[in-house]
DNA sequence: AGTGAGATGGCCT
DNA sequence: GGCCATCTCACTA
């Protein structure tokens, strides 16, 4: 089933933590159809988040669909060579979201399978491998021919296997830089790093 | 296995 | 002009 609006229109944390086991489809433009099992995520609390983009109501250019209602993405360029996969959360006035940080194929291989083959273990290299760039901004999420949008099947959780720990590569945002807002499936061979 | 630097360009002050 | 929500390769050992 695809994930409805709704989904997105929660509190951050608590749609990055519901995002993990989750399914990430994308249709590129000759029509083939690529996914992967969402296994990291990290939640930027917006307004009162020294690492987020929308940190002190930081509204620009860049930052204009992280202003829109959940459920929209928000993709931009990082190192002027990556492209980095965001969910839009909450309302208008909270200008939040969750970064995709890795994917695993489904079903999940063998355990012999190298942990790159699909090279969607970073947040880089997943946009890399599904083709995702800017062009993809803004696109809705909860609607499929968007091209871009996330499933759930019976795949179950528990939440004795989800990591809680700080995020990765925002060292510049102080105390926050603390804040156990990262996520992962311990038991995920495909998480980003260690 | 751990460290360090380079690639490369948009974004924001 | 300085800084990045990254990744890869080349080194050390």
């Known amino acids: 089933m695809i994930l409805a609006q709704d989904f997105?229109?929660?509190?951050?944390?608590?749609?990055?933590?519901?995002?993990?086991?989750?399914?990430?489809?994308h249709t590129n433009a000759d029509g083939v159809t690529t996914s992967g099992r969402i296994v990291e995520t990290e939640a930027y609390m917006?307004?009162?988040d020294p690492a987020c983009h929308t940190f002190g109501d930081r509204r620009t250019a860049r930052t204009e669909f992280m202003y829109?209602?959940?459920g929209h993405s928000y993709v931009y360029l990082i190192y002027g060579m990556y492209s980095c996969l965001n969910v839009v959360?909450?309302?208008?006035?909270?200008?939040e979201a969750v970064l995709i940080r890795a994917t695993e194929p489904v079903p999940r291989p063998s355990e012999k399978v190298p942990k790159n083959l699909l090279?969607?273990?970073?947040?880089?290299?997943l946009c890399r491998h599904l083709g995702i760039t800017?062009?993809?901004?803004g696109l809705k999420l909860w609607k499929k021919n968007s091209g871009l949008w996330i499933e759930e099947d019976d795949y179950k959780i528990k939440s004795s296997n989800i990591a809680k720990v700080p995020r990765i590569g925002v060292d510049y945002a102080g105390d926050a830089a603390q804040w156990p807002l990262r996520f992962y499936?311990?038991?995920?061979?495909?998480?980003?790093?260690?």
């Open 8 to 25: 997105y229109i929660r509190n951050t944390k608590k749609v990055a933590i519901d995002l993990l086991g989750k399914i990430l489809y």
């Open 46 to 48: 917006g307004i009162k």
């Open 68 to 70: 829109q209602r959940g």
């Open 89 to 95: 959360t909450q309302t208008e006035k909270e200008p």
């Open 119 to 125: 090279h969607t273990n970073g947040p880089g290299k």
């Open 134 to 137: 800017r062009e993809h901004n």
């Open 185 to 194: 499936l311990k038991d995920s061979p495909w998480i980003s790093r260690k």
